[in-house]
């Protein structure tokens, strides 16, 4: 583990026991460690992908946008 990670406190959250055997069964053969480990890389997976998704286009840019693909004739 990293520094950051060695100084993290942690909290406990609670999942369906269904979930969390399905989850033993997927990591087996893994390098992750238990339950906890593969349930905080997933998460923080997602959490960052959400972070670095992009703002949408403003109506201003995407009428830019439809012109120029008029212009270049790719939309009537």
Not at 15 to 21: G, H, T, V
Not at 31 to 59: G, H, I, Q
């Amino acid at each position: 583990m990293g520094e950051k990670e060695k100084e993290e406190k942690f909290k406990t959250v609670s999942i369906p026991a269904s979930l969390f055997k399905k989850i033993e069964e997927r990591i087996k053969g893994t390098e992750f460690t238990s339950v906890a480990s593969y349930v905080t890389y997933v998460l923080r997976e997602v959490v960052e992908e959400e972070e670095e998704e992009e703002v949408p286009f403003s109506e201003e840019d995407e009428e830019k946008v439809k012109e120029r693909l008029k212009a270049l004739g790719y939309l009537d």
